[in-house]
Every structure is written in C-alpha cells, then in structure tokens.
C-alpha cells in the first residue's frame, strides 16, 4: 500500500529530475550522444534512478490534479462508468450483465483494482490491443498491387505477445528486425506489407515507434521540426538490403528477406535523372553505420537505436498513444505528432510517464494497471485541450463497436465463403465477415485526431438500417433474440427496462429515461414494439459507440 | 498567382493554424488579388453565388473503362496500318473522321462528343495509371491523394442536398487498385452501388417510414442524458448525421436509384447489361442533384475487362458492345431532358494498348495516344483533339497531359484548382498541382 506522504515526495522527486535537465521535451533533443554502456548491464546507480523514476497511482494523480481540468474533484459521476470504461480500455467491449452484476455486489474497496486485474490477465487484452497496433500499421499501408493484405497473422501474433506481456521494445525489435513469411512469422508483416520499401518503412518506423514525422523531410528538410533531408534518408538506408515479396492474392503468402548487397540512394532532387547520392544508413544523432553492412546488422543496429533507452522519444511515443486511449486525449495530437513544433499538454505527467515506462523496461501492463488505478481514471477525467473544454468523448474504434454490439445484442459474426480464383476471375476479393463490414464504416486511423475521423453517415445508415442488426431487433418470441427473450423473462416493463440499458449501454437507466420509456410504451399501446424501439435507440444512441 | 490565406473557423495557436479542416490557402489571379477584395477569396464569392450556382448545377459523370481500352478497337482505328487489326473503320457524324465498327451508335453520336486523341501520361502500370488519371497525382506512399468525385463532394457539401454528391456504380474489376477520398477523409467516399437497379445497402429501411421517423424522435430524446454527462459534443455531432442521413433515407429521391419507372423501350436503348443500366442509373441521379457520378465498365467475363493482354480480338467486340449503346443513348437522354449542358460526360480509361498485337489480338499497356471523350456542359462536341500518326505509335499534334484534364474538370465544376487543403501531417496539396484548361473544347 502506498504510505499518505508518499505521493509528494514522488512529486517533488519527479520534478527535481526534470529541473536537472531530464526533461526530454524540445529544449534538450534526443540527438544527445548515446550511452556507451548501452548493451552493459545497467550498473548500480542507474538502477537507483530507474526505482526513483518509477510512479503509483498516487504520484501520477498528484501530477495531473496539477493540470487545469485534471482535478478528479469535478469529475463526480465516475465511478458508476467506471466498469464499462476499464472494459473497453483493457479488453475491448463492454462488461456483460454478468460482470456488472458481480461489480454491483463487490463491496470491498479494492474492487476497482481487482477489476483492472481481472481485466489485465483476460487473453481479451491482448487481442484488443493487437486490434489497435494493426489499425495503428494497416492504415497507412499503400495497398499492394493484386495482393490482399491479411492481418491476420499478425493480430495473432500480437495479442499473444501482448498477453504475455512481452516488453514493448521486445515487439518493436521484432517488428523491424523479422525475416519470412508472413504466415509463420507474424511480425514480418510491417516491414512485408510496406513492400521492404525504404522511404515507406523509414517514415513509418519514426512515425509509429517515435512520433516523429520525418515523411516531410523525404524531398525538403521540415517545414515546422528540425528535421534535414539527408536524416531522412540516412534512415532510410536501414532498410537497402531488405527485400520482400508479395504474391498475388494471398498476403499471407509474403515473404521477407536479406540480401547480400546494394546500398541505399538518395534521389538528385534537382534531376531525378541522374544516379542520386549513396547514404550510410544514419540515425538522426548523426551516428552512421559503416557501409557495407548486412542487412541483419543494419535492421538490428536500428532496433538497438529505435529501443534504446536514452532514445526519450520511444517511450513517449508509447505512452501518448495509451494515455490519448485511456484518458481521452494525448498530451500531443494527433498521437504520432511529437514533432517540436507542437504544443503538448500536462508535459510533466507525460514525461513522469515515459521514464516510468523506460524504468519498468516497457512493460506494458504495468503502465495501465499505473493509469487504470488513479483516482483521475476511476472518476473519468477527461484530458481536453483548455480552449476545448466541449470535446466530444472518444468514440469507440470499430472493432470495439462490433464487439459492443457483440455483448450488447448478441449480433453474430457471419463470413461468407471465400471465392477461390478462377481463370476468368483471378482476383478475388476475401469475403467480408460481419465485423468487417462494421469496421468498414466504423472504423479509423488510431493516429488521426478525433476531429479528423468525424461521425459519417455510412455509420449511421449501419445502425439504422443494416439488415443483420435489425434481425437482432425483434420482439417476437419465436425470433430467439435477445430481446424477446428479456422480454418474456422480465414482464415488468420497469425491470425490462432495467435489464436492456444494463446489457446495452452497460448502465443502470435513470429515472427520467424509465418515464419516457414508459410514456412511449402507453402511448404506442403494443409491448414489443415499444421494446423494439427502445432497443433500436439505444443502439442508435450517440453514447452507445462513445467512451465515457 | 498569389497565394491568399483565408481562414474560417480555424483554432490558432502560436504556432499557427491547429485544425486542418479550416485552413484553407486560396490562390487568387494576379488581376484578382490587387483589387478591393482582398479577403474575400475565390470560394466566398462561389458561396456568394450559391445560388445561382446551384441552378446552374453542373455535374460529372465519369464513364470508366476499366483496365485500359485499345484506341484501334475504339475512337482511333488506323486503317492501312499492321497495327490495326480485323476491326474496320466506319464513318461517323463528323465528316473525315473515323472510329471502329463496334461503335455504330457512338459514331452516329459524335456531334455531341469532342474527342481527345492525345493523351500522354508516364504511368503504363494499372494501379500507378489509375492513381494518376483518378486523382490527378502520382502514386504516393506517403500521401493517399482524393480521387476527383471526392473532390467535388467536398466542394458540394454546403449544398446540403438529400442524396450523396459522390456514387459510384458497379465495382472495379481488381479492388486492390481502387481510390477513394484518401486524405480528404471517409465522409467523401463515393456511395457505392454495385449493380443498378439495387439499393445501395443499408439504404432501405428494415421498416416502415413512420417507425423510422418515431424511433428517430425517441433516440433523440433518450440521448440527452449522455448530453447531460459530458457527451454533449457527442450527442450534437451524432444528432446532425443522424438528421442528414435521415433525409436521404426517407427522401423521395431514393426512388431514383429504382429503374423499374423507367419506359422499358429506354431501358432496352441503354442496353439491358450492367453498365448500360449503370448509366441510366447515372442520369437518374444527376437529375436529382447528385454532382459526381462514375459508371464501371468492366466487361461482360472475368475481372480482364478492358485489360485485353488476350484474346484481344474476341473480347473486344464484347466490351465496345455493351459501351456503344449505353454512351450514345446517356448523351441522348440527357440532351432530351435539357440536363447535357448541365452535365460534363467523359469517357476514359487508364491508357490504352500497344501498337503491336499477339496474334489474339491481345494488346499490352500503352501510355501515349490514349484518349478522353468530352461532352455537354458547354463543351463543343464534333470535334476531334490531337493526333497520332499512321500507326499509332506516337503523338503527332496537341499532346495533352494528365494534369490538363484536371484543370478541365475544374474549370467546368467551377473547382478552383489552386485551392490548398492540408492533411493530417500538415502537408498541404493543391487540388491540382499543374496543367492548362483545354480551351478548344469550348471554342
């Protein structure tokens, strides 16, 4: 347990190291020189600085009631959401009626943290997290000619790491540094799928792994953030001798690997004619790789950059990503911008958070169990930008509204079969499951601020009309959905009532709600059809695909 | 040119313009810029004139030919010449010029079209050509360029009307190639209609239209607990595409997307395949103030549609067949209807085929001498732009570029070209980079 004056002392501890210049923000960039003792075992006192840098739920909430908005006094209602908000942050859906019944009759106080652990060592954390980091990559992926990307494998792969959870630099390594087929080694997927491009995976990797959006600086140095043309292709160089290929159709079928020569060229801007310059393979500290070098070198040689400790922007990167899912907002948006130009928020919580992280060597549960068990998380504030103070809540990523309408209606997954090709049709496309088609208009780019991927009418006309999910609405007893049956185990319309706000919005309904049910029930005169409107509300309802 | 920053609706921050959506650099005319208007920009005097615009209502529809169509087997057959082929050269509307046999309708038609014979672009692969030709930029990995159709969605949304601005109709032969609204964001995505004569999904009700609209009111009301909650934001965005899409979904205009009120003699002219009931489609909805319509053609077999690297000879007869009724009678429905000099129709592919054939006929990929065809909206048909030689091998007079199509489809949607929008990474990108209008189309 933590002591009732510990929480300053961290505070002030904290904020001592970043007044000794560990502050990493824009005034001491990153292209310090690295450790020499980097691949040393970390000796003595820096184990010390890694204990003094790691934060309780305590610590961190100290460091945001600091921040205009961060206060959790404001934030009253919170607990009640907290059940649906921990589900949907840890495993992805929302709690069932079951769970929330067992969350109701817990009384101990520290039901909020066996919650957060449950949560945590459910296999559903893995897989929900792995959904993210696909979308995260898959996104920005150029589609391939006559190949169709299959994430599959990857998912997989991912969640059991992430379950497991393997170390964040771990993964990363892994990503940057696999060679194979994509279909039995998952993690050749990013650099496979990228095509092994050079300029693609440079601008990616720095994006994704760092939050630095070198792209600009292929073919003019930054506009906005420091960065110089030749950095970006001395990044580039990285990748030479990396190769991949893709076959028709089938994604899976990708393979990644090594070859023994060539060198990276970056293009004569002023004639793209001409043979372009050879770059040695750079990272952005000015450090160049020999020539020459295998591919296994180079790629691990970046992993070892990417990953390494004093590399501050690493860990930043990670944790503005998870704190933008887990409170709303990330200290930068969008979440893959920390360039120096930008404006952050609550630096010093986002900072903490980051050495916390690179002291726990990146794990990754520790970090949300840290945030998930501050009293700011359990009462739901939400970061906002002071001149946005009527942001919009976070809306729920499209798998997350599939499984929300998984849990809360019992909506199927149903695949169509595949089409194999055949000689007048060589180029099938695979066939859309269900929750395809609701990643199809629910879906978006987990970098995009929110105010970049708005509420579409493809998503609305979803709920309102889609086939599938009205099948779902039926109040007759022979449909077998999970309305009837609510309605024939719950003849009082309260108690039914009751029931459909738990299972849907995962919340009790408040008396208002219970009265305009009831005004609509009389004056429609028909039970089921009343229901059934109610039903198809809900679900059309702004809150059902929200996070709050 | 000059650039002129505008700025509507934008969150400043020291460090400049914060929301992307509102920083808009518009680009004046010299003339323009130095008079008394200086802040108002070329899209405020547009939205001045909405209106008016508005009755003038110009709309595209984009005739695709998907896969790339040979030039000898269409609108620029080379009699005389090795490369030509079986297929013979027939007499058209306009005097001394001719276009294949398997175009009997078309060639009668050509007085409404101005053909372009000229057309050069870099790109001789599918997805690069297509990239290029659809949005007016090369392939990028770094940036997902618009394909046009979203462009003018995004420029017709003020217009607030019941149906989308964008549809597309029918379903590329090879989705991996496909474009979209790429950085412009999915709220421009084309309204995707895979065959005419079905509702595009979700469209239709699972119930009756009073349900919807009773069940709309109830949600409405049941929402203001969350609004209450801190979901206010979510609560007002949500309830304004509810409202919007409620409209179309319970808007009379859906009624155009259904054929069967069509006269069954004008359904038998468009011809009963695919794309002949995909351009009738077209029409219908452009009658009800959709802007930017494209129609597939595929082909009847296979996903080869106009790709015909085989069997060049047997296929091509197959596809012209299924185009030649349906081109001719959309241009003549439309001029009928009084909507031609309203709607810009253009046909086109990604390029067109090789010179030299396999004895099958099938043609590779070719990038110079490809060709466009223009009509209504001012433009002046029963022309012919450009040329190639005897044999087709290179481009003889007026070569036109990719980015002259562009600025031609600007400048009759009344786009302005020069108009900057930024993505998410900051990047700002001209609607259209380069290129000059085709001024003989409207001469």
Not at chain 1, 197 to 215: C, D, K, M, V, Y
Request: glycine content about 8%; proline content about 6%; charged content about 25%.
């Amino acid at each position: 347990m933590v002591k009732p004056g510990r929480p300053m002392k961290f505070r002030l501890a904290t904020l001592t190291l970043l007044a000794l210049g560990f502050s990493l923000g824009p005034a001491a960039p990153w292209f310090a020189p690295r450790l020499a003792a980097q691949t040393v075992a970390a000796s003595a006192p820096e184990t010390r600085a890694a204990e003094t840098a790691k934060l309780t739920p305590a610590a961190l909430d100290a460091l945001v009631a600091g921040q205009p908005g961060g206060s959790a006094e404001g934030a009253a209602d919170g607990n009640e959401s907290f059940l649906r908000r921990a589900s949907f942050d840890l495993i992805g859906r929302q709690p069932t009626l079951e769970e929330q019944r067992q969350f109701a009759a817990e009384t101990s106080p520290q039901k909020y943290r066996d919650t957060v652990e449950r949560l945590l060592a459910s296999e559903e954390f893995g897989a929900n997290w792995a959904d993210y980091w696909c979308d995260t990559i898959a996104y920005r992926v150029p589609p391939p000619e006559l190949t169709y990307l299959d994430y599959g494998p990857l998912k997989k792969w991912l969640a059991a790491k992430l379950s497991e959870n393997t170390p964040w630099n771990e993964i990363v390594r892994d990503l940057l540094t696999a060679k194979g087929k994509v279909d039995d080694v998952p993690a050749a997927t990013f650099v496979g799928y990228h095509d092994a491009n050079p300029t693609n995976l440079a601008g990616e990797t720095s994006r994704i792994f760092l939050g630095q959006q070198i792209g600009c600086a292929q073919c003019h140095d930054h506009p906005f953030d420091h960065w110089k043309r030749t950095q970006f292709h001395e990044l580039a160089a990285f990748f030479a001798r990396v190769k991949a290929k893709l076959p028709h159709n089938d994604g899976g079928a990708t393979v990644v690997t090594s070859v023994n020569k060539g060198e990276y060229l970056m293009p004569n801007l002023e004639d793209p004619r001409k043979k372009g310059s050879q770059m040695q393979p750079g990272f952005f500290d000015g450090q160049l790789l020999k020539k020459g070098q295998s591919d296994e070198r180079r790629r691990g040689e970046l992993a070892d950059w990417i990953t390494a400790r004093d590399n501050p922007w690493f860990a930043k990167a990670f944790t503005n990503r998870i704190w933008a899912r887990t409170m709303g907002r990330g200290f930068y948006e969008p979440v893959d911008d920390l360039g120096d130009s930008r404006r952050p928020l609550w630096t010093q919580a986002h900072d903490a958070l980051a050495r916390h992280f690179t002291a726990t060597g990146y794990d990754i549960k520790d970090l949300f169990r840290l945030i998930a068990n501050t009293e700011a998380y359990r009462r739901g504030v939400r970061m906002t930008d002071a001149a946005q103070t009527d942001a919009a809540p976070l809306r729920l990523r499209g798998d997350e509204v599939f499984a929300a309408l998984a849990v809360g209606i019992e909506l199927p997954n149903v695949t169509p079969p595949k089409v194999e090709p055949t000689g007048a049709i060589r180029f099938p496309p695979p066939p859309k499951s269900t929750r395809d088609l609701v990643n199809d208009a629910f879906g978006a780019d987990p970098s995009l601020s929110p105010v970049d991927a708005p509420r579409t009418m493809a998503q609305a006309l979803w709920m309102m009309n889609n086939e599938q999910l009205q099948n779902e609405i039926d109040a007759a007893p022979e449909s077998g959905t999970m309305l009837s049956r609510l309605l024939a185990a719950q003849q009082d319309d309260h108690a039914a009532c009751r029931e459909l706000y738990i299972r849907v919005l995962a919340r009790a309904a408040t008396q208002d709600e219970l009265r305009v049910a009831d005004e609509h029930i009389k004056t429609l005169g028909d039970r089921g059809a009343a229901f059934e409107d109610l039903l198809w509300s809900l679900v059309n309802s702004a809150e059902f695909t929200s996070r709050r | 040119m000059r650039c002129e920053h505008v700025i509507l609706d934008v969150d400043m921050s020291p460090e400049g313009v914060t929301s992307r959506r509102g920083f808009l650099c518009r680009s004046l005319a010299a003339g323009l810029g130095a008079t008394g208007a200086m802040r108002l920009g070329w899209h405020d005097l547009l939205v001045a004139k909405a209106d008016e615009l508005r009755k003038a209502g110009k709309s595209m529809i984009l005739l695709w030919m998907d896969g790339g169509p040979s030039q000898y087997d269409t609108f620029n057959p080379k009699p005389g010449s090795k490369y030509q082929g079986p297929a013979h050269a027939i007499h058209t509307a306009i005097p001394g010029v001719q276009v294949a046999e398997y175009w009997p309708q078309t060639a009668r038609a050509l007085h409404k079209i101005a053909l372009v014979r000229s057309m050069v672009s870099s790109e001789k692969e599918h997805d690069r050509a297509i990239a290029l030709v659809r949005t007016g930029y090369p392939l990028s990995p770094a940036v997902r360029y618009p394909t046009f159709g979203a462009v003018v969605a995004r420029d017709r949304e003020r217009f607030e009307a019941d149906l989308p601005s964008f549809v597309r109709i029918g379903r590329p032969r090879i989705t991996t190639r496909d474009v979209d609204a790429g950085v412009l964001g999915v709220r421009y995505n084309p309204f995707k209609i895979d065959e005419a004569g079905a509702l595009p999904p979700n469209l239709a009700p699972q119930v009756e239209a009073d349900v919807v609209r009773r069940r709309l009111a109830l949600s409405e009301r049941l929402d203001a607990e969350f609004a209450g909650a801190g979901g206010a934001a979510a609560v007002a965005e949500k309830q304004a595409v509810y409202r919007r899409t409620a409209r179309m979904v319970l808007s009379p205009r859906v009624g155009a997307f259904d054929l069967s009120d069509e006269p069954e003699k004008l359904r038998d002219a468009y011809g009963r395949t695919s794309f002949g009931q995909g351009c009738l489609l077209a029409r219908r909805l452009i009658e009800q103030g959709v802007s930017f319509v494209e129609v597939i053609s595929t082909g009847p077999v296979g996903d080869q549609g106009w790709d015909t690297h085989k069997l060049g000879f047997e296929q091509n007869p197959l596809l012209c067949n299924e185009v030649d009724p349906a081109y001719s009678t959309l241009l003549a429905d439309l001029a009928d209807r009084g909507m031609l000099d309203n709607t810009l129709v253009v046909w086109m592919g990604e390029f067109c085929r090789s010179p030299k054939f396999k004895p099958d006929g099938g043609r590779e990929h070719y990038s110079e001498g490809w060709q466009v065809g223009f009509s209504g909206a001012g433009v002046r048909g029963g022309q012919v732009i450009g040329a190639t030689d005897a044999d087709g091998l290179k481009v003889t007079d007026r070569p036109v570029s990719v980015g002259d199509l562009f600025m031609t489809f600007c400048q009759v949607l009344a786009i302005n070209p020069a108009e900057e929008y930024v993505t998410a990474d900051r990047r700002p990108i001209k609607i259209v980079e380069h290129g000059e209008v085709i001024r003989e189309l409207f001469g």
